[in-house]
T-cell receptor, first 115, second 114 residues
Framework: SQQGEEDPQALSIQEGENATMNCSYK?????LQWYRQNSGRGLVHLIL?????REKHSGRLRVTLDTSKKSSSLLITASRAADTASYFC???????????????FGQGTILTVHP | NAGVMQNPRHLVRRRGQEARLRCSPM?????VYWYRQLPEEGLKFMVY????????ESGMPKERFSAEFPKEGPSILRIQQVVRGDSAAYFC????????????FGPGTRLTVL
């Protein structure tokens, strides 16, 4: 599997439900970020979690990071139709102690929230 | 503070022509990254530049692709003799520093090669 691989590939839920997306990666990282992409648009940064953090919150978003399992999850609570988008995790890999901020993206999870 | 600007937003080229994609980073940002997104896929890193320097071009195809970020003006991604497989969305991102931080993405340039 690739660095930064999300699952599920697609998720369909009703408005008000919670959505959970998972991301796995292979190498040691400095940080992991989640981005949202609306169809045909650019990426919007959602949240960054550093390798020494285990959990982070931002509004309706909750991100966890388990470096021992090399995995992260993004939880969106009380989803809205406007949350419909593709969600990508991106890792900033650590190589020999240096990082250029070069991000490695997963394939993404397509979230559809039905009103 | 304007965000990352990319132009053109859409570019159509015939096979064999050249494509020039421009990226103006956010004000105060001196680090630029280019990514390519093929249909139904995630973004793939291409190149990382600072002003007048290519820092990491490990994701760039060896031939036909080049990038620059001059002292003045936008960063340019240049694709010579385009082929159909070059059709993709090309995104530019900038950051104020090249380590451990959020990258701000532009809206992308969608290249279609006929």
């Amino acid at each position: 599997s690739q660095q930064g691989e999300e699952d599920p590939q697609a998720l369909s839920i009703q408005e008000g439900e919670n959505a959970t997306m998972n991301c796995s990666y292979k190498t040691s990282i400095n940080n992991l970020q989640w981005y949202r992409q609306n169809s045909g648009r650019g990426l919007v940064h959602l949240i960054l979690i550093r390798s020494n953090e285990r959990e982070k919150h931002s509004g309706r978003l909750r991100v966890t990071l388990d470096t021992s399992k090399k995995s992260s999850s993004l939880l969106i609570t009380a989803s809205r139709a406007a949350d419909t988008a593709s969600y990508f995790c991106a890792t900033d890999a650590r190589a020999g102690g240096t990082s250029y901020g070069k991000l490695t993206f997963g394939q993404g999870t397509i979230l559809t929230v039905h009103p | 503070n304007a965000g990352v600007m990319q132009n053109p937003r859409h570019l159509v080229r015939r096979r064999g022509q050249e494509a020039r994609l421009r990226c103006s980073p956010m004000k105060g940002h001196s680090h630029v990254y280019w990514y390519r997104q093929l249909p139904e896929e995630g973004l793939k890193f291409m190149v990382y530049l600072q002003k007048e320097n290519i820092i990491d071009e490990s994701g760039m195809p060896k031939e036909r692709f080049s990038a620059e970020f001059p002292k003045e003006g936008p960063s340019i991604l240049r694709i010579q003799q385009v082929v159909r497989g070059d059709s993709a969305a090309y995104f530019c991102a900038s950051s104020p520093r090249g380590i451990v931080g959020e990258q701000f993405f532009g809206p992308g340039t969608r290249l279609t090669v006929l």
